[in-house]
């Protein structure tokens, strides 16, 4: 049977290598709550053992079962492909609305 890593809580700021923004993070912070690019560093969440190191850029957005948001991430580095949720209480809706518009920009010109 096949090892099931837990999730770890690692609180840490940091500064967005996209956008420069400053975040604190909670333990929980994936991406930044403005340009919503992530880092690839983990390969479980919160291992931080991912040596690839690339900026992941939101590629996609969906709809969870629950309703909620769900940014997909490809790694610019590796190709790498992640989900993380969207976090209502520290993401800047606006900005993610601006995001979404990007993507669906990029989408219909590829019809």
Do not use: W
């Amino acid at each position: 049977m096949g090892t099931v890593k837990k999730f770890t809580r690692v609180i840490e700021d940091f500064i967005c290598e996209n956008c420069g923004e400053k975040i604190k993070g909670d333990g929980f912070t994936n991406h930044c709550p403005k340009c919503f690019y992530s880092k690839h560093v983990d390969i479980f969440p919160g291992d931080r053992l991912e040596s690839c190191h690339g900026l992941m850029k939101p590629i996609d957005v969906e709809i969870g079962k629950s309703g909620k948001y769900i940014i997909i991430h490809k790694c610019e580095k590796c190709g790498e492909i992640s989900k993380d949720k969207f976090r209502e209480k520290t993401d800047d809706f606006d900005a993610f609305m601006k995001v979404i518009e990007k993507i669906n920009e990029k989408k219909e010109r590829r019809i």
